[in-house]
C-alpha cells in the first residue's frame, strides 16, 4: 500500500514537474493567467504603395473633435406567418433590439490648396506683393480605426453596417465643425501665414486676400 | 449625440501624399480553452500625407541678396495617417461552430494593429523624403514667381 501510494505521488511530482518546465519554456501559461484570453494579433503583411502624389495645401487648422454615436436595429418579429389567426391582434413577439454605441474622436484639417494659385492671383512690383488666395476648405476628415471605441454592442453588427455608423458619425463631425465656423477662422491664419512668410522672403508692402 | 471640439492652429505645407494597402489576416486560435478556431481577412486602403511646418521659418533662416534667396526648410514630417471607415472591408471570415464571430470591436482592434503597422513602417516607404523633395519644388517655383532668379533650398 505505501508503495503504491509513494509512485502515486512520484507520479504526480513528476506531471507538476513536466508542467513547470513547460511553462518556463512558453509551452504552458502560467497559472496566474492560465484563464486569460491570449490576445489576436494580425500577421505582419507587407505595405504596398498604391499612389504617390504631389501636394501643395496649406493646413491652417486643426479640429480635434469628440463625438459619441449610436444606433439601433429594431428587432424583427419572431413568426412572420401568425401561429393562431385569433392572435393577431395581440402585440407580435419580437427579437430584442441590437444596438451600438460608439465614441469617435476625430481631427479636421482646414486650409487652402494652393495648387488652385493662378498666375493672375499673384501681384509683383519691386518690393510690393499682392496675392489672391484660393478658398479654405476641409482638406481631411480623419477618424481612424485607433480613433474609435465601441461603448456598447448588442447584437450581431456587420462590417457594412458599422462603417455606415462610423460614416454618420464622421458627417456630425464635418456638420459640427462647419457650425464652428471652421472655414472662415481657417481662412484669417492663412492670410496671417502667408503675409507672414512672404514679409520673411523679402517684401516690405504685403497685401493677402 | 454629444460632441467637443477643440480648434488648433497650424502652418503646415502638405507636399506628398501616399496611398498605401495592407491585408489585415488574423487567426484567433491561441487561447487553449477555446475550442475551434476563428479567421478573419481585411483589407486596408490608408492615406499617408507629409510635409512641412512653415512656422519654423524665421528671419534666421532666410538670406536674400538681391535676386537671390537662400532658405533653410525644416525636415519634412508625417502630417496625417487617414484610415477612413470605408477603407477597411472584411473580406473573409469564418468561425467553427463553437466560436462567435468577430465583434464590432474586435475588428477595430485588428484594423487599429494595422494602423500602428502602417505608421511605423513610415521611415521605409520613403514619403519624408518625397515631401522635402516637393517642397523644394514647391516653394521654389513659388519663389520664382514672386520674381526670385536663384532660390536654394536646403534642410536642416
Known amino acids: ?209 | 449625440m454629444q460632441e467637443v471640439m477643440a480648434l488648433q492652429q497650424m502652418s503646415d505645407l502638405a507636399t506628398a501624399q501616399y496611398v498605401v494597402t495592407k491585408i489585415i489576416k488574423a487567426n484567433d486560435n491561441q487561447t487553449w480553452y477555446k475550442i475551434g478556431d476563428r479567421k478573419i481577412l481585411m483589407s486596408c486602403k490608408a492615406t499617408l500625407t507629409a510635409g512641412i511646418d512653415l512656422s519654423a521659418i524665421t528671419p534666421n533662416n532666410v538670406h536674400i541678396d538681391d535676386k537671390n534667396i537662400d532658405l533653410q526648410l525644416p525636415h519634412a514630417k508625417l502630417i496625417s495617417i487617414n484610415i477612413k471607415p470605408e477603407d477597411v472591408q472584411q473580406v473573409y471570415e469564418s468561425e467553427n461552430l463553437l466560436r462567435d464571430p468577430f465583434t464590432s470591436e474586435e475588428r477595430n482592434t485588428l484594423a487599429t494593429q494595422a494602423e500602428n503597422q502602417i505608421k511605423n513602417s513610415i521611415d521605409s516607404l520613403g514619403i519624408l523624403e518625397a515631401g522635402e523633395k516637393n517642397a523644394t519644388l514647391f516653394i521654389t517655383n513659388f519663389l520664382t514667381r514672386l520674381g526670385y532668379k536663384k532660390v536654394t533650398i536646403h534642410f536642416a
Open chain 1, 1 to 209: 500500500m505505501l508503495k503504491l501510494l509513494t509512485k502515486c505521488l512520484f507520479f504526480v511530482a513528476g506531471i507538476l514537474v513536466i508542467i513547470l518546465i513547460c511553462q518556463r519554456i512558453k509551452l504552458l501559461p502560467s497559472f496566474s493567467n492560465i484563464f486569460i484570453a491570449q490576445p489576436v494579433t494580425i500577421d505582419n503583411t507587407p505595405i504596398l504603395v498604391k499612389e504617390i502624389n504631389s501636394l501643395s495645401q496649406l493646413i491652417t487648422i486643426t479640429a480635434y473633435s469628440e463625438i459619441v454615436v449610436d444606433s439601433i436595429k429594431k428587432g424583427k418579429p419572431i413568426f412572420t406567418i401568425p401561429i393562431l389567426p385569433s392572435v393577431t391582434i395581440a402585440a407580435p413577439i419580437k427579437y430584442l433590439d441590437d444596438e451600438i454605441v460608439l465614441i469617435g474622436k476625430g481631427k479636421m484639417l482646414a486650409g487652402i490648396d494652393l495648387a488652385a494659385l493662378k498666375e493672375k492671383d499673384i501681384y509683383v512690383n519691386d518690393d510690393s506683393v499682392s496675392i489672391t488666395l484660393p478658398k479654405t476648405e476641409i482638406l481631411q476628415v480623419i477618424t481612424n480605426p485607433s480613433d474609435f471605441e465601441t461603448f456598447d454592442e448588442k447584437g450581431n453588427w456587420t462590417d457594412s453596417e458599422v462603417t455606415a455608423v462610423k460614416i454618420k458619425l464622421r458627417n456630425k463631425m464635418i456638420a459640427d465643425a462647419m457650425q464652428q465656423n471652421i472655414l472662415p477662422k481657417a481662412t484669417a491664419v492663412a492670410n496671417v501665414m502667408m503675409e507672414n512668410f512672404l514679409r520673411s522672403v523679402g517684401f516690405k508692402k504685403v497685401n493677402v486676400q
